[in-house]
Antibody, heavy 123, light 107 residues
């Protein structure tokens, strides 16, 4: 079965960096685009970034552009989110999420999500 | 960026009721509209994609309609497990954007 397991969350000071990982299993990882979505405590969902199935394209949300980098290792089935210049407003649960359709052939949302990794940025 | 607005922000209903939630986009997103259900402490669960296409494994009491800027999610007969938060998301253009959510509570 599909599994997505995030790791790397924690407490970090404002201005510092942190890297999240998402280990994928149970599907052909290299065939699907992957996303990061975050949710501040008690708030709604915010899409953060997407990377294409082959890693050739990345797109970022406005609030993280220039500070966060999404990447993937298709040989190890791992998705990453490198977060730099962190701010208190980046504090949230970060979910990795799999595109519903392979190779980006249809933007059908995200059909599988990890359990989330909590990131807390202290000022 | 496309702004997504959901209404109401919360609604109370009873088991067996029919409920309709609304999502409006600030510009035309065609039928690239997705609905998720989220329960406290859990990841979202995909219900509907392409505005009206039921995701595999989702009960048929859930249905979606709309295109362009106005969309609805209807639950035909509420079950106890349906009380949760619901989010819409447009996937027409980057950055993908979510609505602020509707909380469906037990009356």
């Amino acid at each position: 079965q599909v599994q997505l397991v995030e790791s790397g969350g924690g407490v970090v000071q404002s201005g510092r960096s942190l890297r999240l990982s998402c280990a994928a299993s149970g599907f052909s990882f290299s065939s699907f685009g992957m996303n990061w979505v975050r949710q501040a405590p008690g708030k709604g969902l915010e899409w953060v970034a997407i990377i294409s199935y082959d890693g050739s394209h990345e797109v970022y949300g406005d609030s993280v552009k220039g500070r966060f980098t999404i990447s993937r290792d298709n040989s190890e089935n791992i998705l990453y989110l490198q977060m730099s210049s962190l701010r208190p407003e980046d504090s949230a649960v970060y979910f990795c999420a799999k595109d519903t359709f392979e190779s980006g052939r249809y933007p059908g949302g995200f059909d599988f999500w990890g359990q989330g990794a909590l990131v807390t940025v202290s000022s | 960026d496309v702004q997504m607005t959901q209404s109401p922000s919360s609604v109370s209903a009873s088991v067996g009721d029919r409920v309709t939630l609304t999502c409006r986009a600030s510009q035309d997103v065609s039928a690239f509209l997705v609905w998720y259900q989220q329960k406290p402490g859990k990841a979202p669960n995909l219900l509907i994609y392409g505005a009206s296409r039921l995701q595999a494994g989702v009960p048929s009491r859930f249905s979606g309609r709309g295109s362009g800027t106005d969309f609805t999610l209807t639950i035909s007969s509420l079950q106890a497990e349906d009380f949760a938060s619901y989010f819409c998301q447009q996937t027409d253009s980057f950055p993908y954007t979510f609505g602020q959510g509707t909380i469906l509570e037990i009356k």
